[in-house]
């Protein structure tokens, strides 16, 4: 599938914004999906998954109780909701996605910029 993120911007800290990550592909619908993030001089990190159906999320630690990850299958869709920002938050957010016969993440998009201020 390919991957196109969007929803990133400014936001405030304490405040929300919403990612979103459409795909193409009729395949979708069988595919792993994460959504990770990259903060200026630091490595690529895990922040969110979903399984195939949106019955099971995982989420990093810091992220938990703030984001939530979702997907609609009919619309090719993967969203991150992002409440209670933090200023480090701030980061590139790419999604990504993990074929039902891939041990790791074979598609990503392009990324999207979250910047939290003060």
């Known amino acids: 599938v390919q991957l196109q993120a969007s929803g990133g911007g400014l936001g405030q800290a304490g405040g929300s914004l919403r990612l979103s990550c459409a795909a193409s592909?009729?395949?979708?619908?069988?595919?792993?999906m994460g959504w990770f993030r990259q903060a200026p001089g630091k490595e690529r990190e895990f922040v969110a998954a979903?399984?195939?159906?949106?019955?099971?999320?995982y989420y990093f630690d810091s992220v938990k109780g703030r984001f939530s990850i979702s997907r609609d299958n009919a619309k090719n869709m993967v969203y991150l909701q992002m409440n209670s920002l933090k200023l480090e938050d701030t980061a590139v957010y790419y999604c990504?996605?993990?074929?039902?016969?891939?041990?790791?993440?074979?598609?990503w998009g392009q990324g999207t910029q979250v910047t939290v201020s003060s």
């Open positions: 990504a996605g993990k074929g039902p016969k891939s041990d790791n993440y074979d598609s």
């Open positions: 592909g009729r395949t979708f619908s069988s595919y792993y």
């Open positions: 979903i399984d195939w159906s949106g019955g099971r999320t």
